[in-house]
């Protein structure tokens, strides 16, 4: 494919909306909408952002779970203008941060709460109510950005991402054009994303632009809907974090889906035994890994799972494979001996909103971003995800993986779930603390010292019901860190 012979991602789904009609295109809390009924409530909406803003103006969403939302987001990516979510989860503080950062120009109201008339009491900003309908058909607008979405602000502020139509429609006829998948006009996609999270560009985007349907799951309780919602509505391509799965294979008790085809896994490390017990449960489905930050358009990578994968596995971690599209990879030696994950190519993000220090490095005349991940490349040539930069530990001399502990831990538990967390004290010293999914096993302590070396040995173990996640679905390790 010609890198130059790409298709818009916002003219595709403008046209399919003109032209598909009566299909199913997003299933919502029992409600279906056809594509014609999502024409209906777009194309007025992508008439006022068109008379009211300007293109490439900032667009905030107010984001709920129902229809009105997903007719904002498409709108907002039709008319041209760069899609901004406005997530009650963030609190009022972050919103209005965002909201002064982007430079949003207008809000789309999607629901009336107390949060959003608070908001835009305090911001004065023009808002848009999504309330008539039309038939008139929708011409897609070219422009810089589809979107721009924020980190969590780990430290400090949070961090800009803006990502841009040329980066979204590579990163749809990427994977769309991988020879080891085929996605179908008549597949259902389940899309268990905040539309504040990336993935979701995977499970809404890319349904629409081929045709098929998508069906959202409510956002409490998102496994257990999730396990419902792939039995009831026949779901034949999924996309999870590994963090959903682990759920989902906790609450289905046998449960199998013998029409998922297509299971992807993003976002967090893939542990093999994890997605052993999910092969259990798609028996028919291809297994595959995909990676990528958010400043690269949600996937980078492909690995896909066989009967000798887990030979394959470096710490119990499924590999993420290798770059797909006109995506490329590198690996840059650090001090420490280890090797950080280099990207390049269309997908990559040209900075943040911000630019910070750091960001890219040069080789060889091109551009790569730093990812941050420590990873390592096998014979077959598929890269190995070993940890984050930031997730190792130095003990008595050694450097210690926290990914290499728990997956230690995990061939002595090896039906728990495990979480290692570092913490480091005033005087410089550092510690390990574990947690660990389910019942108290009495003498763990002794299990653990006879199996771990002693420099890798857990200060604390703790035991709780599950891990918490943020509003992404993500394991929360900040949560867990604070509980030491």
Not at 252 to 273: M, P, V
């Amino acid at each position: 494919m010609d890198s130059n012979d790409i298709r818009s991602v916002a003219q595709t789904i403008a046209q399919n909306l003109n032209t598909i009609g009566s299909k199913a295109a997003i299933v919502i809390e029992g409600q279906t909408y056809t594509y014609a009924d999502l024409k209906k409530m777009v194309s007025p909406l992508a008439i006022e952002l068109n008379n009211k803003t300007r293109t490439d103006d900032r667009i905030g969403l107010h984001l709920q779970n129902n229809i009105k939302c997903y007719a904002g987001l498409i709108a907002i990516l039709v008319s041209g203008r760069t899609y901004v979510p406005i997530n009650e989860g963030f609190g009022l503080a972050q919103c209005q941060y965002i909201i002064h950062a982007a430079s949003v120009k207008a809000i789309i109201r999607s629901n009336e709460t107390a949060f959003i008339k608070d908001l835009l009491e305090k911001e004065n900003i023009h808002s848009i109510e999504i309330i008539d309908e039309n038939d008139d058909n929708i011409t897609a607008n070219e422009s810089s950005f589809a979107y721009l979405l924020f980190t969590s602000g780990s430290t400090g502020d949070p961090k800009g991402v803006p990502i841009s139509h040329s980066n979204l429609d590579h990163f749809i006829h990427g994977i769309t054009s991988c020879d080891d998948w085929t996605f179908k006009y008549d597949d259902k996609f389940i899309q268990p994303f905040n539309l504040s999270f990336d993935l979701f560009v995977f499970t809404t985007f890319l349904p629409l632009f081929i045709g098929a349907t998508l069906v959202s799951v409510p956002l409490q309780k998102i496994s257990l809907h999730a396990a419902m919602l792939l039995e009831t509505e026949k779901i034949s391509v999924s996309l999870f974090l590994p963090s959903h799965m682990m759920l989902i294979n906790k609450v289905t008790h046998g449960k199998t889906y013998d029409q998922l085809r297509l299971s992807f896994f993003c976002g967090e490390a893939l542990y093999a035994s994890d997605l052993k017990q999910w092969q259990q449960r798609s028996p028919n489905a291809k297994q595959i890994n995909i990676y990528g930050p958010t400043e690269a358009t949600v996937a980078f990578s492909k690995y896909i799972w066989s009967e000798d994968s887990e030979e394959q596995c470096l710490n119990d971690i499924v590999p993420i494979g290798k770059p797909f599209g006109h995506n490329k990879m590198a690996l840059l030696p650090l001090d420490n001996d280890e090797k950080e994950l280099l990207l390049a190519g269309p997908q990559v993000f040209e900075n943040y909103l911000k630019p910070k220090n750091n960001t890219f490095v040069t080789l060889k005349n091109e551009k790569y971003y730093r990812t941050g991940d420590i990873c390592e490349r096998n014979e077959n040539g598929d890269y190995l995800f070993k940890g984050r930069n930031d997730g190792q530990v130095k003990i008595g001399g050694h450097r210690i993986e926290l990914a290499d502990v728990e997956n230690k831990i995990k061939k002595v538990l090896p039906e728990r779930h495990v979480i290692a967390i570092k913490k480091v004290h005033e005087d410089n010293l550092t510690s390990i603390h574990v947690f660990i999914i389910g019942q108290e096993i009495v003498g763990i302590q002794e299990k653990l010292d006879r199996s771990l070396p002693n420099y890798m040995r857990p200060t604390s173990i703790r035991f709780i019901d599950e891990f918490p996640t943020n509003l992404n679905g993500k394991i929360d390790r900040k949560k867990l860190k604070a509980q030491i």
